[in-house]
């Protein structure tokens, strides 16, 4: 099973819809700032399942700020970030994490890509597909489900 995850898009519709239309993912994930921009995406490829959840930019969306999904017997924990502090560091998403008894926790909020697993939890941020602020330019994930790991890499457009 493959996975794009995708985060604070801020109008960048183009680049996100043209990686969904050349990838052969199972699933995306859309982690919040400009829930437009993922509906936009999803109009072009309707038969691509997406995930999402609001951020902080995404203001009286009906769309859940956070979620938890089953992807290929992973439990996912889906949130923007900005609830759980992430920008002043991941103690209390990870916390959270345990206590939601799930394999992964995926975020964004700090446009800054990142990959770490502690307490048998993966922790993702795939970045900012328009506004880096890490050392990488505009960027996004690819989750690959293997039997009993998930697979993940960066990758910088």
């Known amino acids: 099973m493959k996975i794009l995850v995708f985060s604070d898009s801020h109008g960048e519709v183009r680049r996100m819809a043209q990686i ?6 199972s699933a995306v994930i859309f982690l919040g700032d400009c829930l437009r921009d993922i509906g936009k995406v ?3 490829h309707p038969h691509v399942l997406i995930y999402s959840v609001a951020g902080n930019c995404d ?3 009906a769309v859940p700020d956070e979620r938890i999904v089953e992807l290929g017997g992973f439990k996912v ?7 759980h502090g992430v920008k002043a560091g991941l ?3 990870l916390d959270y994490a345990k206590k939601q008894g799930v394999n ?12 770490s697993k502690k307490d048998g939890i993966t922790l993702l941020n795939p970045g900012s597909i328009s506004e880096p ?3 990488l330019g505009p960027s996004y994930a690819i989750v690959k489900i293997l039997d009993d790991e998930l ?5 910088e457009v």
């Open 104 to 115: 992964a926790a995926f975020y964004g909020h700090s446009h800054i890509a990142h990959i």
């Open 20 to 25: 969904v239309g050349e990838t052969d993912a």
């Open 133 to 135: 602020r890490g050392v």
């Open 91 to 93: 103690e209390r998403l």
């Open 151 to 155: 697979e993940i890499e960066i990758v």
């Open 42 to 44: 999803a109009r072009l």
């Open 77 to 83: 924990f889906l949130t923007h970030g900005h609830k």
């Open 59 to 61: 203001f009286m969306s």
